[in-house]
């Protein structure tokens, strides 16, 4: 039934600082202000995959660094993930600020897992899909334009007169 919800994009919900908080798919009047702030989010979940890998290689490496490792990713990203946070949430920056910290990431995983979702199981297709049509849009008109007769030049030198 999950897949279901997330193919037809069916709000979800997160609790945060008291409040319930809808969270539904990325909308195209969004798309250029969350663009903006993605790579900042792409760079910490693969810090975060980084150091899920250092934690399997060296199960020896003290918690404590590790989460010394993760605050560090999230100060350096704080802005970029806060602005984002607001624009998918409709929530001020300062609202989420207030927010302690394992709900703040309660906050942010439901937005990835949301949207990541519909980027992979819904934009993805159609968007491959509209790239099937525009090729062969563009392989009609390319041949529509070799079928058309160049217009007729004169080589240089000729003198041509009017009849």
């Known amino acids: 039934m999950t897949e279901i919800n997330e193919l037809l994009n069916v709000p979800r919900t997160v609790a945060a600082g008291g409040e319930s908080i809808t969270v539904v798919c990325i909308r195209l009047r969004q798309l250029p ?11 910490l979940i693969d810090a975060l995959s ?8 060296s199960p020896d490496q003290s918690t404590e660094a590790q989460n010394r490792r993760l605050l560090t990713l999230l100060s350096t990203a704080y802005e970029p993930i806060i602005n984002l946070m607001a624009e998918l949430t409709g929530k001020s920056k300062d609202w989420l600020g207030e927010l302690d910290l394992a709900e703040a990431v309660d ?12 980027f992979v199981k819904r934009l993805g297709p ?9 090729s062969q849009v563009k392989s009609l008109s390319s ?3 070799q079928t058309e007769e160049p217009a007729s030049i004169e080589p240089a030198g ?3 007169q009017p009849h």
Do not use: P, W, Y
């Not at 202000?33 to 760079?43: F, G, K, M, T, W």
């Not at 150091?51 to 290689?57: G, Q, R, T, V, Y």
């Not at 906050?107 to 979702?117: F, G, K, P, S, T």
């Not at 159609?126 to 525009?134: D, E, G, P």
């Open 143 to 145: 041949g529509l334009r």
């Open 33 to 43: 202000r969350v663009l903006q702030h993605i790579a900042a989010l792409q760079l």
């Open 158 to 160: 000729s003198t041509s």
């Open 107 to 118: 906050v942010l995983a439901m937005l990835i897992e949301v949207n990541i979702d519909f």
């Open 50 to 57: 980084g150091i899920d890998e250092l934690s399997a290689a």
């Open 126 to 134: 159609s968007l491959k899909n509209a790239t099937v049509r525009f």
